[in-house]
């Protein structure tokens, strides 16, 4: 009753969150006006934290409507070039004379939606054709579009490299790089036309026995029949997807959180005061960020469940135990694909090594297609978002992509 116990509480809030939402504007201008009553501007910072600041499970929007191109600012518009019912390959088309590289972005399924990654997605567009998995809430589903698991996965991957085209090049961030590595693997064993021509592993889970995290741990520490018990809920009757089971996008979340407590009350506090302050822009930095991180989808069961099973707690890629529907996955077939591993020094949810741990497991590829680079300073999120990203990382990976392209 996970799920049912979450929404009658949310519900229980809504009013007390209605009328402080309409409250805010009636009093955002002492907001606009330090020297006013302190007490004022308290209650207003008040009604819009507590107004604005709650879990949604509504997809937020990119918002990309243009990129700077190489002196050229031009025009973006997305497209769905592909869809099933649990995902869509989305497409960044912009006017171009010239090709450029086709990348596909896997983004995680992990809780939030793929606008988690629209700052990756921004600094890619400049150099690159850009598409990205674009994960639907498991909540809107029906139960009669079947399950999703794993191997369901890695089939939406290599179904997408197939609707882009050959010679594309893959790049997948934290939780995927498990799957994205044995498409690549199925795609070369079956000697296909559509193996990407890169592949680039960024803060992702190959090998989680290296250097062990606290998300590591608690995966490790109960049987996969507690996370079934006690994590696993039944979509509420309201949904298109009722009765299907999923792993609630709240929880993960809160999870998320709980690593953290200290740092995300701290951020609450920071925006109250920057709000009361008069310091808008940086509390617009704030809400901007908590925004998309309280932008909550739900995971299929099927896919959760398995993937902590055999990724953290069997480690069934690094000792070759892993199974695309019955069918071993061979690292050792990769040959023609480039292979690009990157980690953040200060990384707490994958450690430094694990991601590095493809590159010993992919003995097929050459030497000189081979690269890894450690990011000084990067926090986990700073793989892939913000200044770490744009400044260090992405220049490399532009350049990894644009030799073997």
């Known amino acids: 009753m996970i799920y049912q116990a979450y929404q009658a509480y949310a519900d229980l809030l809504e009013p007390l969150r209605w009328h402080a939402q309409r409250t805010a504007p009636l009093l955002s201008w002492s907001l606009r006006d330090p ?68 990348v596909l972005l896997v983004a995680p399924m992990s809780g939030h939606f793929a606008t988690l990654l629209r700052g990756t997605v921004q600094t890619l567009l400049a150099d690159h054709d850009v598409y990205i998995t674009d994960w ?16 369901d996965y890695i089939n939406h991957l290599m179904l997408f490299l197939k609707v882009i085209g050959p010679g594309a090049h893959l790049i997948a961030v934290c939780q995927p790089t498990v799957p994205a590595l044995a498409a690549v693997a199925l795609l070369a064993e079956d000697k296909s036309d559509f193996q990407p021509r890169t592949l680039t592993l960024m803060a992702g889970p190959i090998d989680t026995r290296i250097n062990p995290t606290e998300v590591n741990r608690l995966a490790q520490d109960k049987p996969i029949e507690w996370f079934k018990k006690n994590l696993i809920g039944s979509v509420p009757l309201r949904y298109r997807g009722a009765f299907r089971r999923v792993y609630p996008g709240f929880v993960q979340i809160s999870a998320f959180m709980s690593m953290n407590p200290e740092r995300h009350a701290n951020a609450m506090a920071d925006l109250f005061n920057h709000l009361v302050e008069g310091d808008l822009e940086k509390a617009r930095t704030i809400k901007t960020f908590y925004d998309e991180y309280f932008a909550t989808a739900d995971l299929p069961a099927e896919f959760y469940l398995e993937t902590v099973a055999q990724v953290f707690q069997e480690h069934a890629l690094p000792l070759g ?85």
Not at 136 to 146: F, L
């Open 35 to 102: 020297r006013g009553a302190v007490a004022l501007r308290a209650w207003a910072a008040a009604c819009e934290v507590f107004g604005d600041l709650r879990l949604t499970d509504a997809r937020p929007e990119f918002g990309i409507q243009s990129v700077a191109s190489h002196g050229q600012e031009l025009e973006v518009q997305e497209r769905v070039e592909f869809a099933t019912p649990f995902g869509s390959l989305l497409h960044f088309v912009k006017p171009r004379s010239a090709p450029q590289p086709a």
């Open 136 to 151: 639907h809430n498991a909540r809107d589903v029906p139960t009669g579009e079947g399950a999703f698991g794993l191997s």
């Open 321 to 405: 135990r892993l199974e695309f529907h019955g069918r071993p996955i061979h690292l050792s077939a990769i040959r023609r694909t480039a292979l690009f591993t990157v980690e953040g020094e200060k990384d707490d949810i994958c450690a430094l090594g694990q991601t590095l741990a493809a590159q010993e497991l992919c003995i097929g590829v050459p030497p000189f297609m081979r690269k890894h680079h450690i990011q000084t300073g990067a926090g986990h999120y700073g793989v892939f978002n913000g200044r770490r990203w744009q400044t260090g990382i992405y220049p490399m990976l532009r350049e990894f992509i644009h030799t073997f392209n």
